[in-house]
T-cell receptor, first 114, second 115 residues
Framework: KAGVTQTPRYLIKTRGQQVTLSCSPI?????VSWYQQTPGQGLQFLFE???????NKGNFPGRFSGRQFSNSRSEMNVSTLELGDSALYLC?????????????FGPGTRLTVL | AQSVTQLGSHVSVSEGALVLLRCNYS??????LFWYVQYPNQGLQLLLK??????LVKGINGFEAEFKKSETSFHLTKPSAHMSDAAEYFC?????????????FGTGTKLQVIP
C-alpha cells in the first residue's frame, strides 16, 4: 500500500506570493491533518479534514487555508507569504477519526520564503 | 486542556548505552499515547502506541514504553543505543474532543548517539 505523498517536496517563494501544497493520503484513509514544523516552534497543528469537512483548526491566521476533495486528497494554501512561513509542512492521514488510530505522515514539503 | 511535555530537547548517549526519553501528559482523562520518530528530511514514523491493556508497550527497532497512570508518564526506552537511533522523537497524546480526535504533540527530543 502506498504511503502518504506530498508534492512538491521543495518550494522556494518570495514574500507576498501564495502557495498551494498537495497531500495524497493512504488509500482508504479519510482523515487528513496538516502540521507546520519549525526549529523554534516544533510541530504546530494547522487543521484537520474528514470527509471533505474541516473539523478542527489550529491557531493560525486566515492566510492559511485548506480543503479536502471527495477522494480524500487535500490541499493547503498560504496566501501573502511571510518570511516566518518558512517551514516543513507535514501532512498526516489516518483511517478514521478514532483517538487510538495512529497518524501516517508524508515526507513533508519544505517551503522557503525569501 | 491536554498537553504533552518532553523533558530535554537534546539527549546524548553513548553507543550501547540505555536510551531514556521522557514524556508526561496532562489530561483529566488518560489519553491514547504515541511515540513517533523523525529522521532528517523525513516525516514522522510511528514507533509504538498505547491504547488499552498491557501498560508496557513494545515497538519497532527495540524500543518500548511504559504507561504509568499514577505518574502521568509514557517514557520511551531502549536497552542499547545504536548509531541508527540518532533522530528526533516525538511523544503525542490523542483523545476524543467534541466528537473528533484531538492530537497533541510534545516539542520533541533530539537523540544524539556518540560512538
Amino acid at each position: 500500500k502506498a504511503g502518504v505523498t506530498q508534492t512538491p517536496r521543495y518550494l522556494i517563494k518570495t514574500r507576498g506570493q501564495q502557495v498551494t501544497l498537495s497531500c495524497s493520503p493512504i488509500s482508504g484513509h479519510r482523515s487528513v491533518s496538516w502540521y507546520q514544523q519549525t526549529p523554534g516552534q516544533g510541530l504546530q497543528f494547522l487543521f484537520e479534514y474528514f470527509s471533505e469537512t474541516q473539523r478542527n483548526k489550529g491557531n493560525f491566521p486566515g492566510r492559511f487555508s485548506g480543503r479536502q476533495f471527495s477522494n480524500s486528497r487535500s490541499e493547503m494554501n498560504v496566501s501573502t507569504l511571510e518570511l516566518g512561513d518558512s517551514a516543513l509542512y507535514l501532512c498526516a492521514s489516518s483511517w478514521r477519526d478514532s483517538s487510538y488510530n495512529e497518524q501516517f505522515f508524508g515526507p513533508g514539503t519544505r517551503l522557503t520564503v525569501l | 486542556a491536554q498537553s504533552v511535555t518532553q523533558l530535554g530537547s537534546h539527549v546524548s548517549v553513548s553507543e550501547g548505552a540505555l536510551v531514556l526519553l521522557r514524556c508526561n501528559y496532562s489530561s483529566s482523562v488518560p489519553p491514547y499515547l504515541f511515540w513517533y520518530v523523525q529522521y532528517p528530511n523525513q516525516g514522522l514514523q510511528l514507533l509504538l502506541k498505547y491504547t488499552t491493556g498491557a501498560t508496557l508497550v513494545k515497538g519497532i527497532n527495540g524500543f518500548e514504553a511504559e504507561f504509568k497512570k499514577s505518574e502521568t508518564s509514557f517514557h520511551l526506552t531502549k536497552p542499547s543505543a545504536h548509531m541508527s537511533d540518532a533522530a528526533e522523537y516525538f511523544c503525542a497524546a490523542s483523545r476524543s474532543s467534541g466528537g473528533y480526535q484531538k492530537v497533541t504533540f510534545g516539542t520533541g527530543t533530539k537523540l544524539q548517539v556518540i560512538p
